[in-house]
């Protein structure tokens, strides 16, 4: 299994599109095998869930998302896990252990960065 992160350093980023890196954490037997980073390529509408999910992200974990990219998760079935605040492999390991859920919060006014989850 692949699970993305939108990531501020190593931390969840409060916003998917405009992270500053993506995480993506590989898990075998509810156990991370490998953790890569990547910078994020660019926020443009429709591109980072097909650039995720185009790299094998089965999850995405992020702080909030707009309504546009979740759509687009969900029809390339990506489960999308947002709400999540904190160190990223932690969020993974609590998502691995069965303990992380979504909020189901989605961000409104996602080209205002740091308005979500408000």
């Known amino acids: 299994m692949r699970i993305a992160v939108a990531a501020m350093g190593k ?4 916003h998917f599109g405009h992270c500053e890196n993506f995480i993506f954490f590989d898990a075998e037997n509810n156990q991370i095998t490998s953790e890569n980073s990547v910078p994020n390529p660019g926020h443009r509408p429709g591109f980072l869930p097909n650039f995720l999910a185009d790299n094998g992200a089965q999850v995405i974990i992020a702080g909030g998302m707009g309504g546009g990219a979740v759509d687009i ?46």
């Open 11 to 14: 931390m969840v980023d409060g």
């Open 73 to 118: 998760f969900n029809e390339r079935g990506v489960e999308v896990i947002i709400g999540v605040q904190g160190d990223a492999r932690t969020a993974v390991e609590s998502y691995l252990k069965g303990e992380l859920e979504s909020t189901g919060s989605i961000c409104h006014e996602h080209e205002h960065e740091g308005a979500c989850g408000e």
